[in-house]
């Protein structure tokens, strides 16, 4: 096996490292606390059921398929007169987008673990303070800190596939499911939990607004990693006659019940110390820590292993993040991989700054666009809007344009002919439909 391939199970660990980061731990919780608990968990299972695998399986396929860079691939893939279809690989470059606010908050969970060990803040006052100044007035703490998340995601990726992605995951990820699952079944013990599962699993329809669904459709995709190319690029890197159906499902299983999981655990710890749940972003980084801080040195452990086993999510998820860009541009540019890294870090540590300037007292109005901070505009532009034009884009692409054959030539062996003309439907006359529904809501052109 080349070096430059995953085993099988390093690409599980790989593309599920990708999908289990701060989207699972950070944003889900909060989300589904801003949301509508409930109504927003049952849009975003629903999504991933009905659309994210199947687009999951197209992703991995057209990598797997293609062997080469998100663009190579598609062109591979793409009939002769079709070969615009190419372009579509520069779906990858939402990664830096990305990248420009998701480096920061890794910045922020890195000073947390350090506060962790130094000082939870004991009232909810003291920790809305506490993240309130670092966010809104310590540019220089926040930069640094990005700076460290930045060269610790450098230093992975320049080690290329098998000596950094695939080891690093292999020993962090492990890691990281071990912790949410001690600090879940601790939460199990607490009677917050009950609340925490009511929470979850009771859906209120009336709390189904047209937005909810947008963010959790969209969320559905961030959390996947679908839509930017990222597992797509892994997948070109997969040893021969792998069965990529198995493989997605072990990736969307993971994601799912890693992010339930947190959520359940978040909350019981939320419910039980009489927090408030729709805090927003800042629920992990304020409410948390004062319920942590009530639990005593125990609690200390458990925040410092909380924030590390979301400091690895992030790392994981981050590396999948850049290396589209980097694949790409070692692939057709000829770069090496240390000038490809190099110049794609910059690039998000640079923007990244303007990003969290945006929350600042001193300088946001500067970088506030429209009534949204840099940083907002961002998340909302690729997680609601260009995640899923790049799903939509997979999907046309493997549902109408690459050959049928083709397509079931990458799976055959593995999968009946009634699994692959269900999935293959799937694609064609759900996912699409799903998608551009969707993006319509999001635009106003319908809506709930
Ligand atoms: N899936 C990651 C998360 O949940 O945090 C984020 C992500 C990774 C989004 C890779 C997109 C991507 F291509």
Excluded at 178 to 187: D, E, Q, T
Aim: hydrophobic content about 55%; proline content about 3%; aromatic content about 14%.
């Amino acid at each position: 096996m080349k070096n430059s391939h995953f085993s099988r199970a390093g690409f599980i660990l790989a593309a599920s490292g990708s999908a289990v980061g701060l989207g699972n731990i950070w944003k889900f919780p909060y989300m589904a606390g801003e949301y509508g608990g409930g109504a927003f968990v049952l849009v975003y299972l629903l999504t991933i059921v009905c659309v994210g695998f199947s687009l999951l399986v197209a992703e991995i396929l057209i990598g797997y398929s293609g062997e080469k860079d998100a663009v190579s691939s598609f062109e591979e893939l793409a009939p002769k007169k079709e070969i615009g279809w190419k372009y579509a690989g520069f779906m990858g470059a939402t990664g830096l987008l990305i990248m420009t606010f998701y480096s920061v908050v890794i910045g922020w969970i890195l000073y947390y673990v350090i506060l962790s060990v130094i000082f939870l803040p004991t009232t909810m006052e003291a920790a809305q303070q506490g993240f309130g100044d670092l966010v809104g007035n310590q540019a220089w703490t926040q930069i640094v800190f990005h700076l460290i998340a930045t060269v610790l995601i450098m230093s992975i990726l320049l080690k290329g596939i098998k000596g950094g992605i695939e080891k690093t995951n292999e020993i962090l990820m492990p890691i990281l499911m071990l912790i949410i699952l001690g600090l879940l079944l601790y939460a199990m013990t607490l009677d917050g939990f009950k609340e925490s599962l009511r929470f979850f699993f009771v859906f209120e329809f009336s709390k189904l607004s047209s937005e909810a669904i947008t963010q959790a459709v969209g969320h559905s995709f961030f959390t996947l990693s679908i839509g930017m190319a990222a597992i797509l690029t892994y997948a070109a890197s997969l040893p021969r006659r792998t069965n990529i159906v198995k493989a997605a499902f072990w990736v969307v299983f993971l994601d799912t019940s890693i992010a339930l999981m947190a959520g359940l655990m978040m909350y019981a710890f939320i419910f039980e110390f009489n927090q408030d749940p729709a805090t927003g972003p800042g629920l992990v980084f304020i409410s948390l820590p004062v319920v942590f801080s009530q639990i005593g040195t125990l609690g200390t452990i458990f925040a410092v292993l909380f924030f590390l086993a979301l400091a690895f999510a992030g790392l994981t998820s981050a590396i999948s993040i850049v290396e589209p860009t980097i694949e790409y541009t070692m692939n057709r540019l000829e770069w090496s991989r240390l000038k490809s890294t190099l110049i794609a870090s910059a690039i998000f540590f640079i923007v990244g700054v303007f990003t969290l300037l945006s929350y600042t007292a001193e300088y946001g109005a500067i970088f506030t666009f429209g009534g949204l901070p840099l940083f907002d505009l961002l998340d909302k532009l690729t997680t609601n809007v260009l995640l899923p034009l790049g799903g939509l884009t997979v999907a046309i692409f493997v549902g109408f344009v690459v050959r049928k054959e083709r397509v079931y030539a990458s799976m055959s062996e593995f999968v009946s002919k009634g699994f692959f003309e269900a999935w293959y439907f799937n694609i064609r006359f759900i996912a699409i439909p799903a998608l551009v529904f969707t993006l319509l809501n999001l635009v106003g052109i319908i809506k709930i």
